[in-house]
T-cell receptor, first 115, second 116 residues
Framework: EAQVTQNPRYLITVTGKKLTVTCSQNMNHEYMSWYRQDPGLGLRQIYYSMNVEVTDKGDVPEGYKVSRKEKRNFPLILESPSPNQTSLYFC??????????????FGPGTRLTVL | AQSVSQHNHHVILSEAASLELGCNYSYGGTVNLFWYVQYPGQHLQLLLKYFSGDPLVKGIKGFEAEFIKSKFSFNLRKPSVQWSDTAEYFCAVNPGTTSGTYKYIFGTGTRLKVLA
């Protein structure tokens, strides 16, 4: 089954404790992206990747890191989480061919709480 | 900065009522436009998209949207809503890769509640 998986689905942590949220897709998609969803603010793009070893900042990259060492995986790293990073995080993937006209497939979301 | 505006934050309708959700974007060049939907407890999924051709596009579950370039708009419509359309709806834009950027901009979302 074609899917985007994220782990963990729920995470409660404390300020400053490094964490990684994993994202994996099995559709051989070139484009992968991380978003955060906050009430009243919709989805905001954190980082995206056009292919292996090619990443770029979205609109809200501060406090986050990403890496794309393999095509299927795109982990999101919070080196020193802070309470303002409490949010619902989504990973998504799509083909890049066609100039970003393709559908993005979203993961189930990771609800992160930073105390 | 590029932005996407969804004017209706919360909409409540009775079943069989008609729906129109507004979406306006601020970007002067070519754009790819999308509507995504998030049903309660489910993943975000694509409703419909426009990137070229007929500006009236049809999507899943009876939804359609019209791209009006002069108004920078991509409003979502459905002639008769059902209780199962209760969800949050997001408009999204990207300028296409010829612009040199691969960013997506989403709107703030519209929560639709349909009363049975």
């Amino acid at each position: 089954e074609a899917q985007v998986t994220q782990n963990p689905r729920y995470l409660i942590t404390v300020t400053g404790k490094k964490l990684t949220v994993t994202c994996s897709q099995n559709m051989n998609h070139e484009y992968m992206s991380w978003y955060r969803q906050d009430p009243g603010l919709g989805l905001r793009q954190i980082y995206y990747s056009m292919n292996v070893e090619v990443t770029d900042k979205g609109d809200v990259p501060e406090g986050y890191k990403v890496s794309r060492k393999e095509k299927r995986n795109f982990p999101l790293i919070l080196e020193s989480p802070s309470p303002n990073q409490t949010s619902l995080y989504f990973c998504a993937s799509s083909r890049l061919a066609g100039g970003l006209t393709d559908t993005q497939y979203f993961g189930p979301g990771t609800r992160l709480t930073v105390l | 900065a590029q932005s996407v505006s969804q004017h209706n934050h919360h909409v409540i309708l009775s079943e069989a009522a008609s729906l129109e959700l507004g979406c306006n974007y601020s970007y002067g060049g070519t754009v790819n436009l999308f509507w995504y939907v998030q049903y309660p407890g489910q993943h975000l999924q694509l409703l419909l998209k426009y990137f070229s051709g007929d500006p009236l596009v049809k999507g899943i579950k009876g939804f359609e949207a019209e791209f009006i370039k002069s108004k920078f708009s991509f409003n979502l419509r459905k002639p008769s809503v059902q209780w199962s359309d209760t969800a949050e709806y997001f408009c999204a834009v990207n300028p296409g890769t010829t612009s040199g950027t691969y960013k997506y901009i989403f709107g703030t979302g519209t929560r639709l509640k349909v009363l049975a």
